[in-house]
């Protein structure tokens, strides 16, 4: 016999609080956008913003899945990850490992300046969004992106309740190196 599907449902706002209340997760993880983040990578357990959202959905739900925290239902397990997770996590780990990656750690994109998008200057967000693209790709396409999605994973399966924060955070342990 099979298991049952997964039951999906929209984050509660008790949850959803959770999650935004998280160490760093009121701004975007790639770009430091200051607007809080309503979209996340469940893959890393990190809030982003809109656009980000964008680039890590074009990177393939093997590398990233990319959801609303607002729009759309989520599964305990997705859910969970979100909790053991958090942006304050993993850029302490991409930071500290990041360094045996092939690209340059730290690898945080600096945010997008306003002057460049309020004087029209769209060559320079376009490069600005191009060059973060390819930052993104870079990062999450390295061997320490995967041993922290891996090592999330663990970490996730180990928490017992949906609705229960404080058996959610006790589970919450460090991810382990790489």
């Known amino acids: 016999m099979y298991p049952p599907p997964p039951t999906e449902r929209p984050l509660s706002s008790q949850q959803l609080s959770l999650v935004r209340s998280l160490p760093s997760n009121n701004v975007c993880i790639e770009c430091n956008c200051p607007s809080q983040p309503d979209w996340a990578s469940v893959t890393y357990g990190i809030v982003i913003c809109l656009d980000c959202a964008g680039i890590h959905r074009g990177l393939g739900v093997h590398l990233s899945f990319a959801r609303s925290l607002t729009l759309d239902d989520w599964t305990d397990d997705q859910y969970r990850r979100m909790v053991c997770g958090g942006n304050a996590k993993w850029k302490e780990y991409w930071e500290?490992?990041?360094?045996?990656?092939?690209?340059?750690?730290?690898?945080?994109?600096?945010?997008?300046?306003?002057?460049?998008?309020?004087?029209?200057?769209?060559?320079?967000?376009?490069?600005?969004?191009?060059?973060?693209?390819?930052?993104?790709?870079f990062k999450y396409e390295s061997n320490v992106a995967r041993a922290y999605r891996e090592s999330l994973s663990i970490n996730a399966k180990a928490c017992r309740s949906r609705d229960d924060p404080t058996a959610l955070l006790s589970a919450s342990t460090e991810v382990t190196s790489p």
């Open 96 to 137: 500290t490992h990041g360094k045996t990656a092939d690209v340059p750690a730290p690898f945080f994109c600096k945010p997008l300046s306003d002057e460049s998008l309020s004087s029209g200057q769209e060559s320079n967000h376009a490069m600005d969004r191009e060059e973060l693209r390819q930052k993104i790709r």
